[in-house]
C-alpha cells in the first residue's frame, strides 16, 4: 500500500467540493478512505478506534476544506490531519483508558506479547502483529519513517523532541521488530565496541 | 567490531556515517547481512496491504455527521450549557486552587491576558506552553467520563476536545513551516482557552458524577 501522501484525486474534483457538490465530498472520501484508515490503524494498533478516526478525519477535511491554502499536495494536507488525529487520540487523557501511550523511556514490550513464530508465512499478517507489540511511539516512528517517508526531524517536531528522539526511537523499534520476526536469531550479533560504534 | 543499528539504519536510509563505519559494514558479512534485513523489513512495511474495514456503511455515517455539523446549534442547547458551566464556575475555580499544591496559582483557570500586554517573544508562547501543560495535568487528574453522559455536557466537552485537536493540528502544521511567532502564540493561547473551559466542564460533569 503507497504511502497516503501519495494519492490523486481527479481534476477538479477539490473546485468541486469546495463549491459543496455532494458528488465530490464522496469522491474524495471513496479516494481517500484507504489510506486514511491504513494510516489510522497502523499508528493506533486498534482497528475500531482507527475506523472512528478515519470518520473523523472526513469531517474535518470535508468542513474545512476552504483551510486548505494549495500549498503542498491536498494528499499531504489529508495525511498531516491524520497523524495529528493520530498523536492526540494516543495523548488524550480521556482516552487512555485502552491504551497507555508510551513515551521514549516506558516502550517497554506488552506483558502478552508472544514471539511471531519463525515459520509464519509472509502475508503481512505477522509484520502487522509485531508493529502492535511495539510501543506507541516506537510504533508511529516506524511507520511514519519507514513507510511515508517522514524525516527525523519531522517526526522529532511531531513528538515534541529532537531528530535525535526520532532517531533512538526508530532504532530500538528496528530491534524490538527483530526480537518478535526471527525470535531464535541471535539478537547480538551488531554490537558496538569501537570508538567508531 | 560490527556497527550499532542505528548506524545501519543510517546506511541505509543514506544519512552521514563516518567512514570507518561505512568502510566496516562494507567489508563484514555479518553488518552487511544486518544490513540487508533492515532494507528487507522497510520494503515488507511498505507492501503492507491496506487495513480491512469491518464496515461497509462508512460514507452513509459520513453524510449523516456532515449534516449534523452543517447545522446551527439550537438557541435549547446553548441556553442549558451556558448557565450550568456559568453557575458552576465557582465550583471549578475552586477545585482548581485544590488541585495545586500550596494553591498560590490556579493554573487549571488562566484567565487570557488583556491583548495589549501580550509579548510576542519565545517566552510568551513558552509560558502558554507550560499553562497548558499544566491544563493536560489537572485534565488527566479528573476521573475518568461517565459511561452514561448528559448530552448538556457530552456534546459541548466533543466539541472542545474537537476544537483542541485542530488547534494541534493548525499547531503542528506553523511548526512545520516556521510560521510568524505571532500565529503560533495565537494558536498556543487559544489552546489554553479552550482547554481551560474543557477542564470546567469535566469538573462540571465529574460533580454530578460524584452527587
Known sequence: ?197 | MHARIDHLLSLRDGEPVDVAVRAHVESCGECAQAQSRLENLRRRLNALPAAPSTRTDGWERLRARLSLANQSPSPHRWSTVVPIAASLAVLVLLAGVLLRDGGSEAPGFVAAPDAASVMLDRNSIEELRRKSRVLEEVLAALPARPAVERAGTAMPIDTLQAQVQWVDHQLSVSGATDEAPAVTERLWRERVEIMNTLVQLRYVEAQRVAL
Open chain 1, 1 to 197: 500500500m503507497p504511502s497516503l501522501a501519495d494519492t490523486d484525486l481527479p481534476p477538479d474534483t477539490l473546485a468541486r467540493a469546495r463549491a459543496g457538490d455532494l458528488a465530490a465530498f464522496e469522491l474524495i472520501y471513496r479516494v481517500f478512505e484507504p489510506g486514511v484508515r491504513t494510516l489510522a490503524r497502523r499508528l493506533l494498533a486498534r482497528p475500531v478506534a482507527a475506523e472512528d478516526l478515519a470518520q473523523d478525519v472526513f469531517v474535518e477535511v470535508l468542513t474545512k476544506l476552504g483551510q486548505f491554502d494549495g500549498r503542498g499536495s491536498f494528499a499531504g494536507w489529508v495525511r498531516r490531519i491524520t497523524v495529528t488525529k493520530c498523536l492526540m487520540q494516543l495523548r488524550s487523557p480521556w482516552r487512555r483508558g485502552l491504551r497507555l501511550f508510551t513515551t521514549a523511556a516506558g516502550d517497554e514490550l506488552p506483558a502478552d506479547a508472544g514471539a511471531v513464530p519463525a515459520s509464519a508465512p509472509d502475508t503481512g499478517v505477522d509484520l502487522q502483529r509485531a508493529l502492535d507489540q511495539l510501543g506507541d511511539t516506537a510504533r508511529l516512528v516506524v511507520w511514519l519513517h519507514d513507510v511515508e517517508g517522514y524525516t527525523h526531524a519531522e517526526i522529532g517536531a511531531l513528538l515534541g523532541g529532537t531528530p535525535s528522539l526520532s532517531k533512538s526511537q526508530l532504532a530500538r523499534a528496528h530491534e524490538r521488530l527483530r526480537e518478535f520476526l526471527e525470535p531464535s536469531g541471535d539478537l547480538h550479533t551488531c554490537m558496538p565496541v569501537s570508538t567508531i560504534c
